[in-house]
């Protein structure tokens, strides 16, 4: 048995799944101290179910902590921020663009020094090898612990980051050192801005994954456990230690992930609810589909891979309000929803109070409703319908009409059909697709070479690295039946004697916990 | 003449990134450069080509190369400068004034660079009141002026002269050095007399960027139509309105209703997100995207020319 846990900002969510069966779900607030929260969201699932800890195979966790202490700034410690690529880039330097806050609070302590690469291979400069030994002096001066580095077109030749890592290493020994390709793509600000943000995260990564640990130990629970990443699969809890910026955006993904696996669907739009905002993104093949433009986390432009999602100010929450047009949201009573709505004692009209008045759904005292103007829920429910009709037909790539899978706990607000959906789902479990999103996500292997095409043709050279990934994956706990290759990506490499590109494969396959794959349900 | 700074180079960028309509490459780097020029060196004189002599020196600063390069590879800063630099040493003579070579993001940013760390005033035209592929591909060439001698510079400190016997070979020769340079260069070109520039580059523009790019702004704040907005401020006609079902990604150049061709270019043809007025790239165009195509009328010397 597995579980998925999803510790968002508002709620901390625990699912316990059998293969494909949800034997228990849980439901509680995030506490401040994160593990709190997670023991009694686990001890409730285990109680619940009767099952014992140590048939417990894995643990699945997928967590917004690390972005929201990014936009909320808090927990996160100063970086030293080096490029490598003098003469050029010097216009912009290291966080050029950030938001002044964000930058007093990580110090400011940005280093230009020689080196990089040309588009070609070609050095820009040679390493300023004396410049990184004043980089690693400064720093020792200034006690900072934490450092990006980011060289011009490393995803090319990641060479010179290597090489300075290991000059700052050996003057500044126990350094946490972030190399800006193993976390980004082509696109110099995008990219160091990741390595800088991950750096910044380093104290936080060790304290959460650690509070994982404890939470799980504390409950006799030895089973490995992994981080949802932003690509839908898990890392190990010790890569997560190195990378936390991976686990940026990974929410939306497990719901999308999770509402494909309730509803057995490939190909159709999600709508996640939940009590603010709504989410709203397409699933081609049972993936969410990514977005082309740069995404923007608190503040700081990036380029990281992650699920085209349009999100809109609708959930369980929401504020109605008629003053003549009725108007939905954007602002929320949020986690207050049980104190502050009518249906609960409160004394604020939210968007489910209007469910309850119009018989959606059965929670709270619905006497408390029973009088609501019927003239103002039919306009706050078309209001409501309109703006996710809209939302789903935005996202569509095409006229045909196709299966909308409704999902989060804020999905009581849709009781009509959706303009543009074959058919709508809202599948069991619909509250907790989060959590069975990173109890399902998956496992993979990566493959990231230069292969010279001396004695190799092109097709040959990738279908080897093909191989190796799914192999690496299959190392990594991957049902070998299940793997596949999900991202192929061949940079040519013009400037070797010998004609030579580097290859980036992705193989993604089901985790087996203890020779048990899990299978799909419906 | 009127005083640019910072928060009016924010305007600039986002109108001539309309006016680009989704060409030119990623403004991003171009417009954040311009910021940092202005804040360093202070605000830049703007001046209208009527406040110029007809026998002062003016060349227009760009940038060249591929826009992919650049966002990976920054520039140094100073490269712009050089350029220009190199073409009046080459020439011999001071040169009064630098333009912008074409209306899009980029290179509507560009020569505030060049302005504010040489301290000379940029006058208020561009080669083209849109984008532009290649160096030649802009009035000045129709009206029969020669984009060399043009000058080259890069990062590293080496720039380069090139004389060519027409602007098709100034393009070609250039693309070549850039890219021994790394793909990215900066270029300096197009010297003409103060009575070239008025005769053959298209007025107005960076007024015309700044104001389109204001509207919005303000529209946005205001939570009015930034279209209709848009549509005001350029004199513009609104083909149409609606949701995409249908493309195929190249280029906005034909607006075709029942079979009758409505506009062509050279008029602009925009398509914005009906939403936000952000201009949509040819790239970023897909089904299900809220549009509003318009028509904006290109400059008459375009029409004269051509």
Partial sequence: MRIGIDVGGTNTDAVLMDGPRVVSWYKTPTTPDVSSGIISALEHVLNESQVASQRILGVMIGTTHFTNAVVERKGVIAVAAVRLGLPATEALPPMVDWPADLRDTLGNHTYLAHGGHEFDGREIAPLGEQELAEVAADIRRKGLRSVAITSVFSPVNADMEERAADILRQQAPGL????????????????????????????????????????????HIDAPFYISQNDGTLMSADFAEKYPVLTFASGPTNSMRGAAFLSGLQEAMVVDIGGTTSDVGMLTQGFPRESSLAVVIGGVRTNFRMPDVHSFGLGGGSLVRA???????????????????????????????????????????????AGLDKDLVSRTLDVIQQSVDVAVDRMKTSAAALPVILVGGGSILIGRPIQGASEVIKPE?????????????????????????E????????????????QKAIDAGADAASVHVVDVDEVPLTYLPSNAMRIRIKAVGDLVLSGRPLGRCG | MRLIYPENLEDIALGAA??????????????????????????????????????????ASARIGAPTVMVEKLPKGT??????????????????????????????????????????????VAGMGRACREIQMVIP?????????????????????????????????????????????????????????????????????????QTIRRARQLHQDPIEAVRAVTGGVELCRGKVTDCSQNEAVLEVRDGQVDTSVPEVILVLDAETAAPVTTEGLRYGSRVVILSIPCDPKRRAFG
């Fill in chain 1, 176 to 219: 946490f050192i972030t190399l800006s390709h193993e976390i980004g793509r082509i696109g110099l600000l995008e990219r160091e801005n990741a390595a800088i943000m991950n750096a910044c995260l380093a104290d936080l990564a060790e304290s959460i994954v650690n509070s994982f640990r404890a939470a799980l130990e504390g409950l």
């Fill in chain 1, 455 to 470: 004695n190799l043709t092109r097709d040959q050279a990738l279908e080897n690295a093909k191989q190796e990934a799914v």
């Fill in chain 1, 323 to 369: 003053n003549g047009a009725v108007r939905v949201g954007p602002d929320s009573v949020g986690y207050e929803l049980t104190t502050r709505g009518l249906v609960f004692g409160g004394d604020t009209l939210t968007t489910t109070d209007v469910a309850v008045a119009a018989g959606y759904v059965d929670v709270g005292e619905p006497g408390r409703v």
């Fill in chain 2, 141 to 213: 060439t129709i009206a029969g002026i020669a984009a060399a001698p043009m000058a080259i510079a890069d990062e590293k400190g080496n720039a380069s002269i090139i004389d060519a016997m027409d602007n098709r070979w100034t393009n070609r020769l250039a693309r070549t050095i850039c890219i021994e340079m790394g793909s990215t260069a900066m270029i300096a070109a197009y010297p003409m007399s103060g009575r070239q520039l008025k005769d053959s580059m298209v007025w107005g523009t960076i007024t015309r960027a700044e104001q389109i790019g």
């Fill in chain 2, 18 to 59: 309309v006016l680009g309509d989704g060409g030119g490459g990623d403004a991003y780097v171009a417009k954040l450069m311009g910021i940092d020029a202005l804040r360093t060196h202070g605000p830049v004189q703007l001046v209208s080509p009527d406040e110029i002599s007809d026998d002062c020196l003016v060349a």
């Fill in chain 1, 429 to 453: 479990h619909f509250a907790v697709a989060n959590a069975i999103g990173a109890a399902i996500a998956q496992i993979g292997g990566e493959v990231d070479r230069v292969c010279s095409l």
């Fill in chain 2, 79 to 124: 490269e712009v400068v050089d350029a220009f630099l190199a073409l009046q040493t080459f020439l011999d003579r001071t040169i009064d004034y630098t333009a912008a070579a074409a209306a899009d993001g980029l290179n509507s940013t560009t020569p505030f660079t060049v302005a504010a760390r040489l301290g000379i005033p940029m006058v208020d």
